[in-house]
Nanobody
Framework: QVQLVESGGGSVQAGGSLRLSCAVS????????MGWFRQAPGKEREGVAA???????RYADSVQGRFTISQDNAKITLYLQMNSLKPEDTAMYYC????????????????????WGQGTQVTVSS
């Protein structure tokens, strides 16, 4: 059974940094995609960053150059390094995964993912 458990959220002032982690278990697919999504109150869940088993990454325009997605060599932990945080980055952040690859422009589509974590809250104050 695939389980995704996020950690690392918290409260930070604008301009600060946080690193989110997603511990992955029960996931043994050789071809996969993993991503970070976020949802602010009253808004739809949106893709933030994603990576596939080939190492291809994609970022939302709003976080390009500030956030970095990565995974450890054993591919059992997914990370999201968030720098230069802004108040508009405030949201619940979710880790997601799917088996198999998708087209590049679908990497940030929440409909492509079928495994989800419970989320970790990130709050950025001005």
């Amino acid at each position: 059974q695939v389980q995704l458990v996020e950690s690392g959220g918290g409260s930070v002032q604008a301009g600060g940094s946080l690193r989110l982690s997603c511990a992955v278990s029960g996931y043994t697919y050789s071809s996969y995609c993993m991503g970070w999504f976020r949802q602010a109150p009253g808004k739809e869940r949106e893709g933030v960053a994603a990576i596939d088993s080939d190492g291809t990454t994609r970022y939302a325009d709003s976080v390009q150059g500030r956030f970095t997605i990565s995974q450890d060599n054993a591919k059992i932990t997914l990370y999201l390094q968030m720098n230069s945080l802004k108040p508009e980055d405030t949201a619940m952040y979710y880790c997601a995964a799917r088996s198999g690859g998708v087209e590049y422009f679908s990497l940030l589509s929440r409909d492509e993912y079928n495994y989800w974590g419970q989320g970790t809250q990130v709050t950025v104050s001005s």
